[in-house]
T-cell receptor, first 106, second 116 residues
Framework: RKEVEQDPGPFNVPEGATVAFNCTYS??????FFWYRQDCRKEPKLLMS???SGNEDGRFTAQLNRASQYISLLIRDSKLSDSATYLC???????FGKGTRLSVIA | EPEVTQTPSHQVTQMGQEVILRCVPI?????FYWYRQILGQKVEFLVS????????KSEIFDDQFSVERPDGSNFTLKIRSTKLEDSAMYFC??????????????FGAGSRLTVL
């Protein structure tokens, strides 16, 4: 099974900061891309799908670069509640990256 | 909001024992999955199931694992003879058809398996 690579972090940022996560995937045939969020000892929950043209959902912006096989997630105006592990996920069945841990500090 | 339900939430078993983890997927979903996450590691795909048969499985899903949909609602994962390294959180997930939400999976809260 092809891999998904992420910077594991942790990223420690103050409230209100902008933070960006990157992810690369090795399977060029991948068709579907997602960011999931996982809180400690909980199940992964969908944060947002990632579309070729890029997409935004409130404070969250996702980008996809198929040529470079690269996905990004930008979080603006970080809140304490954003503290979690962010999982880059590719295709179906889903292949998960190991996740990037974010801690937002007051 | 519809949810995927898993039982038990935590099971402790002795090495060599059989374990059955149960899942009730979202009622109109057609595709079912099992994933596992060893503590501190990434979520790993085990198996996918559609139309009453396995559609894909990973190298982790060896002969000691099996899945079944014994009735219209339950989806089970059986581990025949547990090993210490089977200790992990096991997540069930389901999804509908492409028209009902693309490839988005909904996960259950997980069953934590501890093998002693």
């Amino acid at each position: 099974r092809k891999e998904v690579e992420q910077d594991p972090g942790p990223f420690n940022v103050p409230e209100g900061a902008t933070v960006a996560f990157n992810c690369t995937y090795s399977n060029s045939a991948s068709q579907s891309f997602f960011w999931y969020r996982q809180d400690c000892r909980k199940e992964p929950k969908l944060l947002m799908s990632v579309y070729s043209s890029g997409n935004e959902d409130g404070r969250f912006t996702a980008q996809l670069n198929r040529a470079s096989q690269y996905i990004s997630l930008l979080i603006r105006d970080s809140k304490l509640s954003d503290s979690a592990t962010y999982l880059c996920v590719v295709s179906v069945p889903l292949v998960f990256g190991k996740g990037t841990r974010l801690s937002v500090i007051a | 909001e519809p949810e995927v339900t898993q039982t038990p939430s935590h099971q402790v078993t002795q090495m060599g024992q059989e374990v059955i983890l149960r899942c009730v997927p979202i009622s109109n979903h057609l595709y079912f999955y099992w994933y596992r996450q060893i503590l501190g590691q990434k979520v790993e795909f085990l198996v996918s199931f559609y139309n009453n048969e396995i559609s894909e499985k990973s190298e982790i899903f060896d002969d000691q694992f099996s899945v079944e949909r014994p009735d219209g609602s339950n989806f089970t994962l059986k581990i025949r003879s547990t090993k210490l390294e089977d200790s992990a959180m096991y997540f069930c997930a389901s999804r509908g058809t492409v028209s009902s939400g693309a490839n988005v999976l909904t996960f259950g809260a997980g069953s934590r398996l501890t093998v002693l």
